[in-house]
Nanobody, 124 residues
Framework: QLQLVESGGNLVQPGGSLRLSCAAS????????IGWFRQAPGQDREGVSL????????NYANSVKGRFTISRDNAKSTVYLQMNSLKPEDTAIYYC?????????????????WGQGNQVTVSS
């Protein structure tokens, strides 16, 4: 059983940066592709970024492309989401999730383990 715990969320001004971490335990992280998702109040949860088991393949939602960077350190059992040039519309609860697919796709049903979520608020 894999457990995921997100951290790093905070209140930040527009244009600022945050780095989210997703720490895994209970199973080797390199068994799983990982996705970051977010859910803003009153909206559906949406995909933000994906990374393959090895880290060689990444994917981004159009809304964050060029501003966010996903990475992973399997030795530390941690996946990161570096978020730069943050905008108010990035405000949401951010979740990391794991799939057994080596290269994840955007479909949320494939993700079998989810973290509890971490709040990111972008506001002046």
């Amino acid at each position: 059983q894999l457990q995921l715990v997100e951290s790093g969320g905070n209140l930040v001004q527009p244009g600022g940066s945050l780095r989210l971490s997703c720490a895994a335990s209970g199973s080797p992280l390199d068994y799983y592709g990982i996705g970051w998702f977010r859910q803003a109040p009153g909206q559906d949860r949406e995909g933000v970024s994906l990374i393959s088991r090895s880290g060689a393949s990444t994917n981004y939602a159009n809304s964050v492309k060029g501003r966010f960077t996903i990475s992973r350190d399997n030795a530390k059992s941690t996946v990161y989401l570096q978020m730069n040039s943050l905008k108010p519309e990035d405000t949401a609860i951010y979740y990391c999730a794991a799939t057994r697919l080596p290269i994840p796709t955007w479909g949320q049903s494939q993700f079998i383990y989810w973290g509890q979520g971490n709040q990111v608020t972008v506001s002046s």
